[in-house]
T-cell receptor
Framework: GAVVSQHPSWVICKSGTSVKIECRSL??????MFWYRQFPKQSLMLMAT?????????EQGVEKDKFLINHASLTLSTLTVTSAHPEDSSFYIC????????????FGSGTRLTVV | EDKVVQSPLSLVVHEGDTVTLNCSYE??????LLWYKQEKKAPTFLFML????IEKKSGRLSSILDKKELFSILNITATQTGDSAIYLC????????FGTGTRLTIIP
């Protein structure tokens, strides 16, 4: 149990376009989902916390207008990278709070974004 | 500011050796300490520790938390090449704060 499905696994886009990444909790309801970014050989950095039905809470330094987060249902959260630039190329991972069953936080499989 | 520090940053050992990975933390409203193993993609959950002094075990892996000294260790005995990965610890209050990870390499 406690599976989070993240799509796409990898995406290449042109500079200036927008990319949407989806995370779905498959067998549980996730009232809270977290979005992380990871640069090569670095740890996971929390970007924002999304709560179902309310606005996301962004970490300091993360541009809200650039990284749009929507958590419209208990099983789906999306991250849209708007007007992507090469410096946005990174590995993005979502996680859902599933501590209730002792799994800690369940992570999606991640999305490798390359902006060319 | 919440902070999690892991050591060593990288470790190379021979197959069969035992390793100990360290994690110290400073978070405002500590709730639990989590360990993850990250290979090519997303981290996979290993342990969640909430109580001091109680060892959690899973096969050759074990972990313990010291809430007084604010640290945790992850032990791996009889290491195998499949243990090669980055091991992340994270302290949980309202969110997870990750350490930088320890890159473990097991040489056959």
């Amino acid at each position: 149990g406690a599976v989070v499905s993240q799509h796409p696994s990898w995406v290449i886009c042109k500079s200036g376009t927008s990319v949407k990444i989806e995370c779905r909790s498959l067998d549980f309801q996730a009232t809270t989902m977290f979005w992380y970014r990871q640069f090569p050989k670095q740890s996971l950095m929390l970007m924002a916390t999304s709560n179902e039905g309310s606005k996301a809470t962004y970490e300091q330094g993360v541009e809200k207008d650039k990284f749009l987060i929507n958590h419209a249902s208990l099983t789906l959260s999306t991250l849209t990278v708007t007007s992507a630039h090469p410096e946005d190329s990174s590995f993005y991972i979502c996680s859902a709070d599933h501590r209730g069953l002792g799994y800690g936080y369940t992570f999606g499989s991640g999305t490798r974004l390359t902006v060319v | 500011e919440d902070k999690v520090v892991q050591s060593p940053l990288s470790l190379v050992v021979h197959e069969g050796d035992t390793v100990t990975l360290n994690c110290s933390y400073e978070v405002t409203n500590f709730r639990s300490l989590l360990w993850y193993k990250q290979e090519k993609k997303a981290p996979t959950f290993l342990f969640m520790l909430t109580s001091s002094g109680i060892e959690k075990k899973s096969g050759r892996l074990s972990s313990i938390l010291d809430k007084k000294e604010l640290f945790s260790i992850l032990n791996i005995t009889a290491t195998q090449t499949g243990d090669s990965a980055i091991y992340l610890c994270a302290a949980h209050d309202e969110k997870l704060t990750f350490g930088t990870g320890t890159r473990l390499t097991i040489i056959p």
